[in-house]
């Protein structure tokens, strides 16, 4: 069992940044696949990043490559998604999710096994 909590979120310009942590409970998160959703209001929940358990590989939908950068410490259980040149259309809920036994950066939420509880992003113009 992984209980993740997200932290970081809060309000920020057009243009800003800002540098979401994602702590992990339990002695075994380094064979976690980790990824970053989010879910704007009305909208479905949407793949925004991934990392493999050893950081060797990630995975960014189109929108955010350039400008976000998923990373992980797990000395320090904890993945972070750094985000930079944020945009309106980047306000929204975002969630920390869980894998085990994954080789790949998973894209499907359907796919992770833990999730956490969320944390509100709010891009303002």
């Known amino acids: 069992q992984v209980q993740l909590v997200e932290s970081g979120g809060g309000l920020v310009q057009v243009g800003g940044s800002l540098r979401l942590s994602c702590a992990a409970s339990?002695?075994?998160?380094?064979?976690?696949?980790m990824g970053w959703f989010r879910q704007a209001p009305g909208k479905e929940r949407e793949f925004v990043a991934a990392?493999?358990?050893?950081?060797?590989?990630?995975s960014y939908t189109d929108s955010v490559k350039g400008r976000f950068t998923i990373s992980r410490d797990n000395t320090k259980n904890t993945v972070y998604l750094q985000m930079n040149s944020l945009k309106s259309e980047d306000t929204a809920v975002y969630y920390c999710?869980?894998?085990?036994?994954?080789?790949?950066?998973?894209?499907?939420?359907?796919?992770?096994?833990?999730w956490g509880q969320g944390t509100q992003v709010t891009v303002s113009s």
């Open positions: 339990g002695r075994t998160f380094s064979t976690y696949t």
């Open positions: 990392i493999t358990w050893s950081g060797s590989t990630t």
């Open positions: 999710a869980a894998k085990s036994g994954a080789n790949n950066p998973l894209r499907e939420s359907a796919r992770y096994a833990y």
